[in-house]
């Protein structure tokens, strides 16, 4: 698997996450019977925070990932990026999701998330100058 093919497959992927983390926010608001903003529901907050945080940060990482395919980064780093950050981001859902306060997935699909950010952007900015 190229560079490419390796970044486009979590581009898929994460499109999945995205959609279903849109279907989860509308299975909320049919359920809980609210039509428009947050109707000041908890469960339809927390749905539409966690598809938030996801519209935050999904396309950074992404960038990054396609970033590090063009300056021909090693596609295992690639995964490794890719599916740290994917199990983050689900473990930050299901915490975030379940539960305002704090909670295992929460914490660790943050810390998670920002170290790949971090090292993403670390990679972004070595390859791009070496």
Known sequence: MTAFAAATLYIGLFGLLMLALKMNVGRVRTSEKVGF????NEALQRAIRVQGNAVEDVPVVLLGLLGLAGLAAPTLLIHVLGATFLLGR?????????SSGSSFGRMVGTLLSVIVMLVTAGACIWYALT
């Open 90 to 98: 689900v473990l930050h859902a299901i915490g975030l999701g379940g």
């Open 37 to 40: 903003g947050d109707g000041a």
